[in-house]
């Protein structure tokens, strides 16, 4: 078989950090791909990036970018998304679509292939979307224990790494860790951190070094965040629960990448933590690790850089 006769890929976004991400799986996994398009904003156009094991040129986001290519992923801010993913679709490619734009659009299906393959069938837009990076850190898990058990309720607590605000959150750790570096005076006393660190929060509304920040996202009604309402609304739509009572609570923790969860799940059938390590241990993307007597539990250190999802400390 000939790269003529493969699937051409287009990656939107091919030099950010997503898109970086992006090209080193497509160098390190099986090769399903013909011709690779590695596309950004025009100020980007003529630079050359690796992509499986070849310099690639980057060519400047224009319609024609789109003519033959069987799909066009997206990862770009939402406004980009929104003017750009259906011109690719009208120019024949699916677009598989990163941002928030489309996630909760009737005519867009909201896709995590562990969860609800199939819903990717039917795409009126041609546009499939995937869901917000928390939400897509439990929902395998939550997917897979719905199917068995019948999920009536939940309640998830996250605690989200910098990566999730983009380069400028993963920028702005490093700087602020290297500010307090070594400085052992710092954080017996109130203020003593936002001194240190100064003015430049980058994208957060707090220091992230050496603390906590419960916010992630903006301001919606009744005091919850966007994040939270994120992980409500794209759980009911991935499960296809649309009544699904969901309380989340984002915070932003002081990890370069890899998000983690801590869920309160209520069922339908009465379940075990025995039945739900069962029902976990042969779910497909999902990594059971949960023996705490012999330390062993996930952290963002261990999985980091892993696709499944990987769960521990299980208790009714």
Same mark, same amino acid.
């Given at each position: 078989m000939t790269d003529k006769d493969l699937p051409s890929l287009a990656i939107v976004g091919a030099t950010g950090a997503v898109g970086t991400v992006m090209r080193q799986i497509l160098s390190t996994r099986q090769n399903v791909w013909g011709e690779i398009r590695l596309v950004a904003s025009a100020? #980007?156009?003529? =630079? &050359? /990036?690796?992509?499986?094991? !070849?310099?690639?040129e980057v060519q400047a986001l224009a @319609? +024609?970018?789109?003519?033959?290519? $069987?799909?066009?992923?997206?990862?770009?801010?939402?406004?980009?998304?929104? %003017?750009?993913?259906?011109i690719a679709a009208e120019r024949g490619a699916i677009a598989v679509d990163n941002?928030? #734009?489309?996630?909760?659009? @009737?005519?867009?299906?909201?896709?995590?292939p562990e969860v609800n393959a199939r819903a990717a069938r039917n795409r009126p837009k041609g546009i499939i979307a995937n869901p917000n990076c928390t939400t897509l850190s439990m929902i395998v898990v939550l997917g897979a224990l719905h199917a068995e058990l019948e999920l009536t309720r939940l309640?998830? #607590?996250s605690y989200q790494a910098?990566?999730?605000?983009?380069?400028?959150?993963? $920028?702005? /750790?490093?700087?602020?860790?290297?500010?307090?570096?070594?400085? =052992? $005076?710092?954080?017996?006393? @109130?203020?003593?951190? =936002?001194r240190v660190v100064g003015d430049d929060l980058g994208p957060f509304p707090a220091p992230l070094?050496?603390?906590?920040?419960?916010?992630?996202?903006? /301001? &919606?009604?009744?005091?919850?965040?966007?994040? %939270? /309402?994120k992980i409500r609304n794209e759980s009911r739509k991935i499960l296809e629960l649309p009544g699904l009572a969901v309380a989340a609570t984002c915070v932003r923790v002081p990890v370069? *990448? *890899?998000? #983690?969860?801590?869920?309160?799940?209520?069922? !339908?059938? +009465?379940?075990?933590?025995?039945?739900?390590? %069962?029902?976990?241990?042969?779910?497909p993307g999902v990594v059971l690790y949960d023996d705490p007597a012999r330390g062993e539990f996930p952290t963002p250190a261990d999985v980091v850089g892993t696709d499944p999802t990987w769960v521990g400390r299980i208790r009714r």
């Open positions: 100020r #980007s156009a003529g =630079r &050359k /990036l690796p992509v499986r094991g !070849e310099e690639v @319609p +024609e970018v789109f003519d033959g290519v $069987d799909v066009a992923m997206f990862d770009v801010p939402d406004e980009v998304s929104a %003017e750009w993913a259906p941002s928030g #734009s489309f996630r909760m659009d @009737p005519d867009v299906p909201l896709v995590v309640f998830a #607590s910098a990566s999730g605000a983009g380069q400028d959150g993963i $920028d702005t /750790l490093h700087d602020q860790l290297s500010k307090v570096a070594g400085n =052992r $005076d710092i954080g017996s006393q @109130p203020g003593d951190v =936002r070094a050496m603390n906590v920040v419960p916010w992630a996202g903006s /301001l &919606k009604d009744d005091g919850w965040s966007s994040e %939270e /309402l370069v *990448t *890899t998000h #983690s969860v801590a869920m309160q799940a209520t069922f !339908e059938r +009465e379940v075990t933590a025995d039945a739900a390590r %069962e029902i976990l241990r042969d779910a």
